[in-house]
């Protein structure tokens, strides 16, 4: 229930959507929509981290309207912005789906549809599996749905992140940062950047040339604790999405947002 004042709401209508968005869910139709599902799934979660990739074609699905009730699609236009399914558990309901990002009413509606039909089967706990992205999350909060963040690793030891050699490793990432920079237009400015983790320093000239190590003085320093450097260097987050985790002059966060961004990866536990 949520509370609002003095005035609380009943769960049932905190999900209940508004008319034109229940005209546009209706049951998942596997002979009509298994191309378009097949599309979203490739588009999203497909190049995101911690996606569950598909292997090979996708096979035509046959058959008529999903009548389990725990299959739907979000129509938008002449095409579908989203897929969501339910699966029941002794008390626990799993939610799974692809979406269109660029069309965040559609994962919006239809999480808030299967939590509704959650609520009908008394299911009182309900995950989502959905990928690690900002617009996921910027798309329930808008929505008003309520939820806590797991990050979930599939592969032993995800946990267990050792920065052994700091200047080594930021000597192998220099030609893909220097990559990364040139699509990103290059440098505006010359800047030494001082990297530090822990206890360990490393420092990269960024130019016209790329970014490469130096032993120069720096100019400004990014500093960051060794788990949360690693997710920078491994792509694995942006420095925004850190936050106060990270020290960065605020001029400087726009440059090294140039070469140190959040990459689509779905390779071993961190990418």
């Not at 725990?70 to 339910?86: K, M, P, T």
């Not at 090294?256 to 961190?270: K, S």
């Amino acid at each position: 229930p949520v509370r609002a004042g003095a005035v609380t709401i009943p769960v049932e209508e905190a999900l209940r959507l508004a008319p034109d968005e229940a005209e546009r869910i209706r049951p998942y139709h596997p002979a009509r929509d298994w191309r378009a599902r097949a599309r979203l799934e490739d588009l999203c979660p497909g190049t995101r981290v911690g996606a569950l990739r598909r292997r090979g074609t996708p096979r035509p699905e046959v058959g008529g309207p999903d009548q389990s009730g725990r299959r739907w699609v979000y129509e938008q236009g002449d095409s579908l912005a989203g897929y969501l399914q339910i699966h029941l558990d002794p008390g626990e309901g799993t939610l799974t789906g692809a979406f269109d990002l660029a069309r965040p009413n559609a994962l919006a509606a239809l999480v808030r549809h299967g939590l509704g039909e959650l609520l009908r089967c008394r299911i009182d706990r309900a995950v989502g599996r959905f990928p690690f992205d900002p617009a996921v999350e910027a798309a329930l909060v808008t929505a008003g749905v309520g939820y806590v963040l797991h990050e979930l690793f599939t592969a032993p030891a995800g946990n267990m992140l050792l920065l052994v050699d700091l200047p080594a490793l930021v000597e192998a990432a220099a030609p893909e940062w220097t990559r990364r920079l040139a699509e990103a237009g290059g440098a505006r400015d010359e800047l030494v950047l001082e990297l530090a983790a822990g206890e360990q320093e490393a420092r990269v000239a960024i130019g016209p040339d790329g970014v490469a190590p130096t032993r120069a003085p720096a100019d400004a320093r990014l500093a960051a604790p060794v788990r949360e450097m690693l997710l920078l260097i491994l792509g694995y987050r942006g420095p925004r999405e850190l936050g106060t985790t990270i020290e960065c002059p605020p001029d400087v966060l726009p440059t090294v947002e140039r070469f140190i961004r959040r990459v689509p990866t779905a390779t071993g536990p961190l990418g």
